[in-house]
């Protein structure tokens, strides 16, 4: 009798692809066009760009998926031309003019570094009752957008010709450049986003598939011998005298991420 060899499943792709989206598809639909060309289930993104917006996107494939919570914080960097002196229904160039406003100083645009309370853009990917603002807005449905608080780090005159403007933004997670158009007075002509924390859409390769541990690169890291690998792949803590989330890695591999804090490190996200 001859044996049979079972075949067994590969083992599914798991990582951080780094993205430059373009203008039109939604940020969803990118992920999807990656869980296709990577051949895997599972695939999410960590911080959605709008339609209109290009630039980095951070797509997150198998278990990477559950890495999201880490990234999705990160500060975003942001390239934008702002047509002043008139605002519009959407905050961008696709709405309906609404207002004719004068045009600011450089020193007006300039003070805007710091924190702000704004109003989420109706144009914006934010979900209102389960769909993102920018189709119930395309319907005619009347919104009532949230308020957020932002902090813009950093921002760079790039060109001022009004009613042109260019920036260049250093901006906190969850701060959309659309409402920022809107307090000048103006709308968004484009809209770019070239950084997310370590991350640079130079670096952009649809093709490339990161590490699970390249994708928290940013975090602190401990080291695990065997047995301490053991015990957190079991969900129980180990000793350690660090503050916050850790990259907890064995050989190379990201095994987990914990958070340290009182004499110990617990595991948080088991990956291996």
Not at 43 to 54: E, I, K, N, R
Not at 84 to 101: M, P
Request: charged share 30%; glycine share 10%; aromatic share 4%.
């Amino acid at each position: 009798m001859v044996g049979t060899r079972l075949q067994l499943p590969a083992r599914s792709q798991a990582g951080l692809v780094l993205v430059d989206k373009e203008a039109g598809p939604s940020s969803f639909a990118v992920v999807q066009r990656m869980r296709r060309l990577h051949d895997v289930r599972k695939a999410g993104h960590a911080g959605t760009l709008d339609p209109l917006a290009t630039g980095l996107l951070l797509v997150l494939l198998g278990r990477a998926t559950r890495l999201s919570r880490y990234l999705v914080g990160l500060d975003k960097r942001y390239e934008t031309e702002i047509r002043l002196g008139e605002r519009t229904s959407t905050g961008d160039s696709e709405g309906e003019v609404v207002e004719r406003t004068d045009f600011p100083a450089p020193e007006d645009v300039s003070s805007l570094v710091g924190q702000h309370e704004l109003r989420v853009p109706a144009a914006s990917a934010v979900k209102i009752g389960g769909e993102r603002a920018y189709v119930l807005h395309r319907r005619g449905v009347a919104l009532e957008m949230p308020v957020r608080r932002s902090w813009i780090y950093e921002l760079r005159l790039v060109r001022f010709a009004p009613p042109q403007l260019e920036l260049d933004l250093r901006v906190s997670s969850g701060t959309y450049i659309r409402a920022i158009a809107d307090a000048l007075g103006g709308h968004c002509v484009s809209l770019r986003r070239t950084g997310v924390g370590p991350f640079d859409v130079e670096d952009t390769d649809e093709k490339r598939v990161l590490a699970p541990l390249e994708a928290v690169k940013f975090l602190a890291r401990r080291e695990l011998d065997a047995d301490e690998a053991r015990l957190i792949r079991t969900g129980q803590p180990i000793e350690d005298d660090g503050e916050g989330p850790v990259a907890l890695v064995q050989g190379g591999e990201l095994v987990a991420v914990g958070r340290a804090g009182e004499g110990a490190v617990r595991p948080e996200t088991v990956l291996a």
